[in-house]
């Protein structure tokens, strides 16, 4: 199994800031990368794909980078409703797995 | 408007079985792979089982495998999950959702809860 990391565990940052988000993979998974967000009580909501392309309707403060093992999230200037936890997401042939998530909290 | 409806989730008592449906609106269902994805309370996503287009191909995570089942009726636009044997580490909110986007989930559904308990 393709074991996916998330760090830090919680990043508090005041709004405005930039909020920089790493998931390191066990093997590589190419660029079969995947970042979500997920508010309390909602459906996790899908932010970036194939390491780097912004899902339909993501706004451009949102961006992705990385290949191989070593995948960053960064939120270039954090806005209210960016609080939320935010999970990395792999595929490796049929299996998929999620890291353990990432949440941004308002210091 | 693109949309997932779970339903089918309840309490139930361990070693019982619930089958749970998603029912998709608003894109071509027939043509795209679809997913289970479950979140126990105050946890993380954990994925669970994976049905090609026309559910030929199907794969499970070690968890539940030999005991989740997924199949789908293109003809009623219906995603399944067969639980059975459940156990009391399968309580949690489970997800439809499509895979529409490479290797990525792209539309999930609001979520129906499953609590496996005496």
């Known amino acids: 199994e393709n074991v996916l990391t998330q760090s830090p565990a919680t990043l508090s940052l005041s709004p405005g800031e930039r909020a920089t988000l790493s998931c390191r993979a066990s093997?590589?998974?190419?660029?079969?990368l995947a970042w979500y967000q997920q508010k309390p009580g909602q459906a996790p909501k899908l932010l970036i794909y194939d390491a780097s392309n912004r899902a339909t309707g993501i706004p451009a403060r949102f961006s992705g980078s990385g290949s191989g093992t070593d995948f960053t999230l960064t939120i270039s200037s954090l806005e209210p409703e960016d609080f939320a936890v935010y999970y990395c997401q792999q595929r490796n042939n049929w299996l998929w797995t999620f890291g353990q998530g990432t949440k941004v909290e308002i210091k | 408007q693109v949309q997932l409806v779970e339903s089918g989730g309840g309490v139930v008592q361990p070693g019982r079985s619930l089958r749970l449906s998603c029912v998709v609106s608003g894109f071509t269902f027939s043509n795209y792979g679809m997913h289970w994805v479950r979140q126990a309370p105050g946890k993380g996503l954990e994925w669970v089982a994976v049905i090609s287009y026309d559910g030929s191909k199907k794969d499970y995570a070690d968890s539940v495998k030999g005991r989740f089942t997924i199949s789908r009726d293109n003809s009623k636009n219906t995603l399944y999950l067969q639980m059975n044997s459940l156990r009391a580490e399968d309580t949690a909110v489970y997800y439809c959702?499509?895979?529409?986007?490479?290797?990525?989930?792209?539309?999930w559904g609001q979520g129906t809860m499953v609590t496996v308990s005496s």
């Open positions: 093997q590589s998974v190419s660029n079969y």
């Open positions: 959702a499509a895979w529409r986007v490479s290797s990525a989930f792209d539309i």
